[in-house]
């Protein structure tokens, strides 16, 4: 198990926790994603950038090593089971303008993750806020300013067997860059 020894660079990066596709399977979202109509003046996200965000954790100062040493430790303490999510179906969020593939219906290990996730971080003293309910998704697309229509998809399953530690520098051109990976029990 990989736990993120990667030093991260020296201005404030965003951080989150995600599920993150291997590249067969990020070739398959990609076209899954070709199958949904782009909104006028809406753009595609690169396939680089496709993942499924778990939890957030907003900015944080790379400078400070005893928070990330906190966040590691709390991702390190999750038990969570793998499990297998369906991405079938489409939708949009108004607010953030994007358009995105996610499941129909939520596996529960899924919210478990995110609620195992959660309790970790607060029991590690991590400042993140949760002010949105979890709707699981990867974002498909962005600046989308009016509904993406209902599309029937062909339902593309995806195996999870890990979750992510995920740094990005906000309005960067550079692709995320993975921190830490943990496993999930296969049994």
């Keep these: 198990m990989e736990q993120g020894n990667h030093a991260l660079q020296m201005t404030s990066r965003r951080l989150f926790f995600a599920l993150w596709p291997d590249e067969d399977l990020r070739h398959a979202i990609g076209d899954l994603a070709d199958a949904v109509p782009l909104p006028r003046g809406a753009r595609v996200v690169r396939p680089d950038r496709l993942h499924l965000t778990v939890v957030f954790l907003g900015d944080f100062d790379p400078r400070e090593p005893t928070m990330l040493a906190a966040i590691q430790s709390a991702a390190a303490s999750v038990r969570a089971p793998c ?98 990976t943990w496993p999930l029990a296969t049994r």
């Design 83 to 180: 499990f297998e999510l369906s991405l079938d179906h489409v939708g949009h969020f108004a607010g953030s303008r994007v358009g995105w593939l996610g499941p129909r219906t939520v596996p529960v290990a899924l919210t478990a993750l995110y609620d195992a996730l959660g309790a970790a971080l607060h029991a590690a003293g991590v400042p993140f806020e949760c002010s949105t309910p979890f709707v699981p998704h990867v974002t498909i697309q962005r600046n989308v300013r009016t509904p993406v229509p209902e599309v029937n998809l062909s339902a593309l399953p995806w195996k999870v067997s890990d979750f992510v530690l995920v740094q990005s520098a906000p309005g960067s051109p550079e692709p995320y860059r993975i921190v830490g």
